[in-house]
């Protein structure tokens, strides 16, 4: 197997003050920036460089400058965006983050990433005021004993970071009850988020972010893109994007994209910025990759040599003959189209992946007419092991 490049991109809770200064010294950087603060409606320079850790807590400050910073700072890492496609072997985001990975991975424009995250932190922002919530990392303790204690004060394991990290949230009088009363063996620390996102709280900004993913126009993810909800490998443009509006009132299991990161082979992991917590992750959860923390253009240099070394560039070629369909997860597979010659629509279900806990339904994210299966039914396949080929017809392309 060869050399595995995963690109992932921080949430909310990882920017500090003052964290883009050193950025703006990049030729370009700062036009940029300022291009996607005329999309926020907002100073983001500003937020990244001089305002105070109170302002940049605010929700509807916080998302727009983490995914502008994260989308900006990118491009320093690709002489052209072009190259980080066929560089990168997957890419991930933690929570708001995900939005981050969604445009690199070419699901949507940088300028509808930052449409789409003005809203989620507006919002967001006004979900948390109708009730004050907040959420807190609880660090080690039994899993089992870490779960009862969260149930026993009402609270919602919002983030499953793996690395023995927990995330939960809930009302400010649950988290003080938490504190109070932990897990045995467990440390509880504050975060500093504005809400208990992840959580029922935040349903209203659900139903207005469902409203406009509607009139979002998508493209496929141009490399795996693995969702924060389950760990699964994404291929359809829509799902991407519904899965961002349902992640705002769900819990974020980080711990499973860190598992399909390992299945599909990592060697090198680069979390770009405000970066820091995913990467600390990664060095306790997969043993033996490489991993960095892309945290000032001092690690540009080691960002280029493990890009290099661990993402080769493919031989670029023009348009397809055919198209794979990869498996999302982890499990058996079952054919549900078999006949050579078969046609099958964008969207169509082509086969279902059936792990130990639930089924998983494979839909062709593009359509085409079937060339043949790459395995069989009832293999064991992995995320992102392609399964079939399609040719793509022309009133399907």
Request: proline fraction near 8%; glycine fraction near 12%; charged fraction near 20%.
């Amino acid at each position: 197997m060869g050399n595995v490049l995963v690109i992932v991109a921080p949430g909310q809770g990882s920017q500090s003050p003052g964290f883009l200064s050193s950025w703006l010294e990049l030729p370009g950087f700062r036009d940029r920036m300022d291009w996607l603060s005329a999309v926020a409606g907002m100073d983001l320079v500003a937020h990244g460089t001089t305002s105070d850790a109170e302002t940049i807590k605010d929700t509807a400050v916080a998302q727009p400058l983490i995914v502008a910073s994260g989308l900006v700072s990118l491009l320093s890492l690709f002489a052209h965006p072009a190259d980080g496609f066929r560089a990168v072997g997957a890419g991930g985001g933690h929570s708001v983050g995900e939005i981050t990975a969604a445009a690199a991975a070419g699901v949507l424009t940088a300028e509808q990433a930052m449409v789409f995250v003005r809203e989620r932190g507006r919002g967001m922002a006004e979900a948390a005021a109708a009730t004050p919530t907040g959420m807190s990392a609880v660090l080690g303790g039994d899993p089992d004993e870490v779960t009862a204690a969260l149930e026993r004060h009402g609270l919602t394991p919002a983030n499953i970071n793996g690395a023995g990290q927990v995330v939960a949230a809930g009302t400010v009088e649950q988290l003080q009850a938490l504190r109070e009363d932990p897990p045995p063996r467990a440390r509880v620390m504050p975060l500093p988020v504005a809400g208990a996102f992840h959580t029922h709280h935040m349903a209203p900004a659900v139903d207005r972010l469902a409203r406009y993913a509607r009139a979002i126009s998508t493209h496929e993810p141009r490399l795996q893109l693995v969702s924060n909800a389950d760990g699964a490998v994404l291929q359809g443009g829509r799902e991407v994007l519904g899965r961002l509006v349902a992640q705002v009132s769900n819990p974020v299991r980080w711990d499973l994209c860190q598992q399909t990161f390992a299945d599909l082979g990592v060697t090198g992991l680069i979390e770009i910025p405000p970066a820091g917590t995913l990467a600390g992750l990664a060095k306790r959860a997969l043993p033996g990759v490489e991993v960095l923390a892309l945290k000032t253009p001092d690690d540009l240099d080691a960002a280029h040599r493990m890009i290099r070394e661990h993402g080769p560039v493919a031989e670029e070629t023009g348009d397809p003959s055919w198209r794979l369909v990869v498996s999302p997860v982890k499990g058996t597979v079952t054919a549900h189209v078999t006949e050579p010659g078969h046609r099958v629509g964008p969207g169509d279900t082509v086969a279902t992946i059936t792990t130990l806990r639930d089924s998983h339904p494979v839909p062709a994210p593009h359509g085409g007419r079937l060339i043949e299966w790459l395995v069989e039914d009832g293999d064991p396949v992995s995320p992102g092991q392609p399964l079939l080929r399609l040719h793509p017809q022309e009133d399907y392309q």
